[in-house]
């Protein structure tokens, strides 16, 4: 089957690399006793890590998660987007070489929005 240019074959191609690349970061993350991240897989071959909001982590051990795993794949400079429903996303992206092409991806840790002193939201 084909999608234009890209068979389903490439596709699947892009996923084997990705999750190849994935195992090497969970490996070093293990090595490094480094707390893990959500992981997800794209079909379009992409990788993205979340600091999950579930961890029952604080707020600064979570910002500390997310600052050494953006340290491990060289990912750029931090961006902060707002959300929709309040509360913000903070992501970095890395683009690690492999011997079968890039792999592209991405870290990101979310934050909610600060409630008001009554407890509400703004």
Same mark, same amino acid.
Do not use: C, M, T, Y
């Given at each position: 089957m084909s999608l234009g240019e890209i068979t389903t074959t490439d596709l699947n191609s892009?996923?084997?690399r990705v999750v190849k690349e994935l195992l090497a970061l969970v490996d070093s993350g293990l090595k490094a006793q480094r707390h893990p991240l959500d992981w997800t897989v794209t079909s379009s071959g992409h990788l993205r890590? =979340? =600091?999950?909001?579930? #961890? %029952?982590?604080? $707020?600064?051990? +979570? +910002?500390? =998660?997310?600052? $050494?795993?953006?340290?491990? &794949? #060289? *990912?750029? &400079?931090?961006?902060?987007s707002r959300r929709f429903e309040g509360g913000t996303w903070i992501t970095a992206t890395f683009k690690r070489s492999t011997n079968r092409g890039? =792999?592209?991806?991405?870290?990101?840790?979310?934050?909610? *929005? &600060?409630? #008001?002193?009554? !407890? !509400? %939201? #703004?």
């Open positions: 892009w996923q084997h890590g =979340v =600091v999950g909001k579930a #961890d %029952r982590l604080s $707020e600064n051990d +979570r +910002r500390a =998660v997310f600052q $050494e795993w953006v340290r491990v &794949p #060289d *990912a750029e &400079p931090l961006r902060e890039d =792999v592209k991806g991405f870290i990101q840790i979310e934050f909610d *929005a &600060p409630e #008001d002193q009554d !407890g !509400g %939201r #703004d």
